[in-house]
């Protein structure tokens, strides 16, 4: 495609569920990132996948988050056990590779814990 | 790490006024500067960088200048119209991490016309 892709644009799910989000980054980036940004905040750092390597998941808030690269392209963000304070706007931002270059945000999924 | 604070959190201008936001950052190491503007309901988008190279970078109404010694930068648009109106991000990479970038809190811009 074109940009990122994230998918479902929204999640509504019962507190206690778990969810999966999904991360279609631009072909041939090496670099993703998952991002964080809850009501009128600005974006929390959540894990970063880069190539074949281990990812950095310094910035995963608890046990619960946690998120897959396979292939070196599509992402998986998975929340177990959702609370209401994970309500958010989860964010995919893709690069060429983790250089200082632009990244390419997609449109976010907004995730709502009832 | 890297810590980047960005100022002022809301900032209402006249259409056709110019507008200031200005962020600081901790990690003298950075070389790499992007502002991104986020509008409702959309994820943030690129509209200017800049490297530790120069002082300077300017495209049509936006600029962007660092002070590299303060541990600065700002960004500048001028002429504003009620288009602008968004929430502008400023980061800079954590060369500890793969150079990720930290964001500051942001700023909410509203252009009145």
């Known amino acids: 495609g074109a940009g990122v892709s994230q998918s479902p644009s929204n999640k509504v799910t019962e507190k206690g569920k778990d969810v999966e989000l999904r991360c279609d980054p631009i072909?041939?980036?090496?670099?993703l990132y998952w991002y964080r940004q809850s009501l009128g905040q600005g974006l929390e750092f959540l894990i970063y996948?880069?190539?074949?390597?281990?990812?950095?998941k310094s910035g995963l808030p608890s046990d619960r988050f946690s998120a897959e690269r396979t292939g070196g392209s599509v992402s998986t963000l998975t929340i177990q056990r959702t609370q209401q304070e994970d309500s958010a706007v989860y964010l995919c931002?893709?690069?060429?590779?983790?250089?200082?270059?632009?990244?390419?945000f997609g449109q976010g999924t907004r995730l709502t814990v009832v | 790490g890297e810590n980047v604070e960005q100022h002022p959190s809301t900032l209402s201008v006249q259409e056709g006024d110019s507008a200031v936001i200005k962020c600081t950052y901790s990690?003298?190491?950075?070389?790499?500067f992007p502002w991104y503007k986020q509008e409702l309901g959309k994820g943030p988008q690129l509209i200017i960088d800049?490297?530790?190279?120069?002082g300077e970078k300017k495209d049509q109404r936006i600029a962007v200048t660092l002070n590299k010694t303060a541990k600065h930068f700002s960004l500048h648009i001028t002429e504003t119209q009620p288009e602008d109106s968004a929430v502008y991000f400023c980061?800079?990479?954590?060369?500890?991490?793969?150079?990720?970038?930290?964001f500051g809190g942001g700023t909410r811009l509203m252009v009145k016309p």
């Open positions: 931002a893709s690069r060429v590779h983790q250089m200082n270059t632009e990244a390419f």
């Open positions: 072909s041939g980036h090496t670099a």
């Open positions: 996948f880069q190539g074949n390597s281990a990812p950095d």
């Open positions: 990690d003298s190491a950075s070389n790499y």
């Open positions: 800049i490297r530790s190279n120069v």
């Open positions: 980061a800079a990479p954590r060369e500890d991490a793969g150079n990720m970038l930290t």
